[in-house]
């Protein structure tokens, strides 16, 4: 199970980090991955890291803002949004990729995130 929180309201310019906690049994899984949906689109990858290597892969409009960390002893990824924009604006999901490689196959419920301009 994944727990998304940290969403919020906040200016334009202003940071947030979202949170995603693993719990329950565990799962074949070989990243975690941030993924976005603002009104009106389709949902968008936004950043990843993969367990074993550590590799951070992030989106072009994210690059140099957003920042994907991880803390195993708490069993949560997290996403430092900084210098956020109205484009920003959307629900932000984590997921885990697996059991099958390159699939995100567990989602959590979404967080809201509102820039305003």
């Known amino acids: 199970q994944l727990q998304a929180s940290g969403g919020g309201l906040v200016q334009a310019g202003g940071s947030l980090r979202l949170s995603c906690t693993v719990s329950g049994r565990p799962v074949t899984s070989y990243a975690m991955g941030w993924f976005r949906q603002a009104p009106g689109k389709e949902r968008e990858f936004v950043a990843s890291?993969?367990?074993?290597?550590?590799?951070?892969t992030y989106a072009d409009s994210v690059k140099g803002r957003f920042t994907i960390s991880r803390d195993d002893d708490k069993e949560t990824v997290y996403l430092q949004m900084n210098s956020l924009q109205s484009e920003d604006t959307a629900v932000y999901y984590c997921a885990l990729e697996g059991p099958r490689l390159g699939l995100y196959e567990y989602w959590g419920q979404g967080t809201l995130v509102t820039v305003s301009s």
């Open positions: 890291i993969r367990w074993k290597v550590g590799l951070l």
